[in-house]
């Protein structure tokens, strides 16, 4: 049952007046339960309890916190149908959409666990004493990553599973041993309270501490606020929009002790397409992009945004047969009135560039809070002198620049900023000739593609989810992958530490049987 | 010879109209060179050259970087007693210690070109793809660090090699494929100018592009603010005091595009001793702690300025030890007067407080920019409530904390700011009953030491030097040690990539023979 509460650590709280409910955008109604927002008061004890179970959390084995995330995957998957019709009440997706997005949460979990359950993710390393070492003896010296403490992380509206409360962020933080203390998306409180519940009950079953996870209910910017203002917070993790992310990491910056913010924000994820593809595969491609650009109604970070080609027939024939395509498919439902809202009032601005034009806007009428797909097409010159025209527009929205050559091409991939994704479609002969073309792009982006289209991240040690500003925060951390992991944790130096005192993965015996750096090369070697 | 010129690339110039000059604190007068601070201009030139060099540099192989880097170790020594004399007239530090700082750079050189030769440092990472998997075939993924950028480099003033010119921040960044523009630091400048000479010299002798370094000479806070806000660099190393890292962070957060920046800075390095190892050792221990404190005259990041022990006999009677073995140590030169300007100051500040008391104060008269070192002693009740006391004073300085109980000493380490290192002084029955007070010490700290002291930072794998927040502004990095460079890196992916292509790390057939990450087993196969 929902009870519209806040979980600080494991106790249902509802001290606050504010409250709210979520909406149903297939439906145009509200949902009937309320929630209650987390006061000032409820704040301070999850970050107390939070404090407080990192004592323990830091120091709980691999293994234990391996059963942990398992049991969290579980208690998701026993959420059943409840779980999957909350969801779908609360996002407007299909049910095929939910399952999926389950099924990736509680992948993501498992993989945190079998990484903990190896082991050798903490990088130990190990460096022997030489105490007749010339002039000066050398010390024994060993490292390993270790927990930077509470995490904040803020549900993300458009994957209410994946990337909200036992989402990628949260599972790489518990994996790391930090509490987490999540600031659930209030477009989907329902969804975030029953996956609450279920980490509650999971973080019982497995006797870890009490505040190793709390969900905090919040309609506005306040509980956000004063999470990441919180001198017991130590970092946080945040997917949205770029205004948001900003305003978070400004805040971050500001604290007496900064602490890192990874942001995934926006990207219009730029597709070039290179000119003997576009004659030889036009029409097929423009069939694949129809369909990548609305997938989802284009409420996708990795959304095809800005489709790039070299003047001439076979661009203007794609152009074409792209309007075709996407028109044929049939409008989606948007998250909520304030994403389509904001869809459309985006959309409008770029439209309202003079150097614009639309060669698809799907103009019939169409059921309230459903998005009607648009492509426009611009010159070359003209994108690179209206950086309004680098802007986002989320939703199925997408842009063709038709470049006047291949410099010109080089030159506005440049002048981007910085992106999650970038796409090169090729034929094989071609590719080789536009190696400038594709550092450009390698240098804007987190992700290149060959071939394929951006939407769709997999999930795997190799993805990188993240790229240079705005794309995210910082560049040097992924999203998504267990290498995610690294946003959580330091290294750290122990210095002729005695082996009893030493943590498992470091001591003598490596009790763990963890691969680990020793004098420099990789060994599972005793000492 | 000396030119007082900046490197803009390889080329000197002086176009500026500011002009200073180096201090020699032994002699108490001004060296002769006089040196020109770079303008605007020349800053705008230096970032567009290291932009440009960036495109080729970061596609050059690690093989062809690792010469780089043995050739500025080659070079650097060439500079012989050159280098060696301007040194020491820069800093009243002794020759002995100049040449071990430049066995230590040239060491650090070595090391990161050994790394490159050996190439798994990239962290590559091969997802095959899975072209039947249901429901969604799987992309081949692969992933590796690339470089960031342009990154700015300040010089500290007290490690004119090891952390300057050709430091280690700047050694890793090179090593990472990253132009580097040094911010020359003034009181060392000739210095500065001879080391960057050999760099120049060592990137044309290895065919490395213009513009891979620069050296911009500056005596106030205008270059390096011009460096940090420039929208080509891309992240930003630092050493120094609080004050000046924390004004460089704030400046690279307000940036359009936000950027790295790993500021290196305040340590007081708590050594916790307890009571059996005072009891038993409190003399040998006062021997070696007044040696401590005063190595360097105290102008280390790793001083301990703070010793912690729980109050009775054996407290009292090392106080006493450790006032009588100060006293016996000869004064030693400062780096400038203007450093030993700040002691005092700062030195004062803490003598000021009515909790303190002085216990050992060398108070004959020493020469100009001789600091005498001081002993001070103070309740840890004190300690607690002023937290004026927790605050560095960089030189030959320290504070004996006498805490009442275990209880309070748990909670002075827990009230202390972040610290790169700390220390435990036991008798190895004892250290198990102190576990709260390690963790504690562990949770404020980048290293911990055992029996030891903090001064003397190894360069090796395992190191960690850095901590949380202000010993560094991002403890999830190390400043010490090849594994340095992931500050200058970030991670990047190809999907469904043509195997030509992709760099030589990535490959199929694996021409680097290096370790990988294969579908999350480690491996050196090909595919």
């Not at 909406?23 to 704040?43: R, S």
């Not at 730029?270 to 029409?283: F, Q, S, T, Y």
């Amino acid at each position: 049952m929902i009870t519209g509460k806040n979980y600080i650590g494991k106790q249902l709280s509802a001290k606050g007046h504010n409250t709210y409910k979520t909406f149903n955008p297939q439906l145009n109604i509200e949902n009937t339960p309320i929630y209650t927002e987390a006061t000032k008061e409820e704040i301070d004890e999850a970050v107390s309890l939070a404090s407080k179970a990192f004592k323990t959390f830091r120091n709980i084995s691999g293994k234990k916190k391996s059963e942990f995330l398992n049991a969290i995957a579980e208690e998701i998957l026993a959420l059943d149908s409840q779980l999957i019709e909350t969801y779908c009440s609360e996002t407007g997706l299909p049910e095929g959409r939910a399952k999926g997005e389950r099924g990736r949460t509680v992948g993501q979990l498992r993989a945190f666990a079998d990484l903990l359950n190896e082991g050798s993710w903490v990088e130990a390393s190990i460096d022997t004493a030489q105490p007749d070492r010339q002039p000066m003896p050398k010390s024994d010296i060993r490292k390993m990553l270790v927990p930077l403490g509470p995490i904040v992380v803020f549900g993300a509206s458009n994957f209410p599973l994946a990337y909200s409360t036992a989402g990628g962020d949260t599972a790489a933080a518990l994996a790391a041993g930090c509490p987490v203390l999540v600031k659930s998306h209030p477009m989907h409180a329902g969804t975030g309270e029953l996956v609450s519940s279920a980490i509650v009950k999971a973080a019982e079953k497995t006797g870890m501490p009490n505040g190793v996870f709390s969900n905090l209910n919040s309609s506005g910017i306040e509980v956000g606020t004063q999470l990441v203002s919180h001198p017991g917070v130590k970092a946080v993790g945040f997917t949205g929009s770029i205004r948001a992310g900003r305003a978070l990491y400004d805040l971050a910056a500001k604290r007496e002790e900064p602490i890192p913010v990874f942001a995934e924000m926006g990207s219009i994820n730029p597709v070039v397409i290179l000119p003997h593809a576009l004659k030889n595969r036009g029409e097929a491609l423009a069939k694949t992009y129809a369909g990548s650009i609305t997938l989802g109604t284009g409420q996708f970070c990795t959304n095809p945004g800005l489709l790039l080609g070299i003047k001439g027939d076979s661009l203007t024939n794609f152009i074409q047969n792209l309007s075709d395509e996407i028109v044929k498919i049939a409008p989606s439902c948007m998250l909520h009135p304030n994403i389509i809202g904001a869809y459309e009032t985006n959309k409008q601005k770029a439209l309202s560039q003079p150097e614009l034009t639309v060669v698809a806007d799907f103009d019939t009428d169409v059921k309230t809070n459903y998005a009607r797909q648009t492509v426009t097409t611009v010159e070359g010159r003209s994108f690179l002198k209206n950086t309004t025209l680098h802007q986002e527009v989320f939703g199925p929205y997408s842009m063709v620049v038709q470049c006047e050559n291949k410099e010109q091409l080089e030159q506005i991939i440049s002048s981007l900023e910085g992106q999650l994704t970038g796409t090169l479609i090729a034929e094989d002969d071609e590719a080789t000739q536009y190696v400038q073309v594709i550092e450009a792009l390698q240098n804007r982006v987190g992700r290149l593609i060959y071939n394929g289209v951006p939407t769709g991240v997999e999930v795997c040690p190799s993805m990188v989810h993240g790229g240079p500003y705005p794309a995210s925060t910082d560049s040097r951390f992924t999203a998504v992958g267990i290498h995610s992991i690294k946003r959580w944790v330091r290294p750290f130096s122990y210095q002729d530490w005695p082996n009893n005192l030493l943590p498992d993965e470091l001591k003598n015996e490596n009790p763990l049987k963890i691969s680990r750096l020793l004098n420099n090369k990789p060994s599972t070697d005793t000492i």
